[in-house]
């Protein structure tokens, strides 16, 4: 999703800010203080797009990691209860929304177990 819109706001800053600079018939004065200010903001996003790009990529991984840990760690724990082994806890921080959830799970495992003593 981040490729094709890259790709096409490059393609619109070009078609913008070169095509119709160079097309369009400007008076002297004005080209000669456009040329420089476009090629500046050429370098300004050369530059700092990669950087954006990269802080970005970190947090989404970081976001992913957040939600999508916890739901794995469930499913294993899950697992291994579906297997026979009502010894098991679900571990969740005290901060995740799946809290409630292992909370329940693990007072149901504590009735299981009593009963099967």
């Known amino acids: 999703m981040i490729i094709p819109t890259v790709l096409a706001a ?3 800053y070009f078609l913008i800010f070169t095509i119709i600079a ?7 004065i004005i080209a000669r203080d456009l040329i420089p200010v476009v090629h500046k903001i050429n370098y300004i996003l050369i530059i ?18 957040r939600f999508v840990g916890p739901l794995e760690r469930l499913e294993e724990d899950l697992m291994k209860i ?5 010894s098991v806890r679900i571990h ?17 495992m504590d009735k299981l177990e009593k009963n099967n003593r």
Do not use: E, Q, R
């Open 22 to 28: 160079k097309n369009i018939i400007l008076p002297d």
């Open 48 to 65: 700092g797009l990669p950087v954006v790009f990269v802080v970005i990529m970190t947090w989404a991984v970081h976001l992913s990691k």
């Open 92 to 108: 969740i921080k005290d901060d995740h929304d799946l809290k409630p959830i292992a909370n329940v799970i693990n007072h149901l």
């Open 10 to 12: 490059g393609c619109l």
């Open 82 to 86: 579906d297997s026979g082994d009502y």
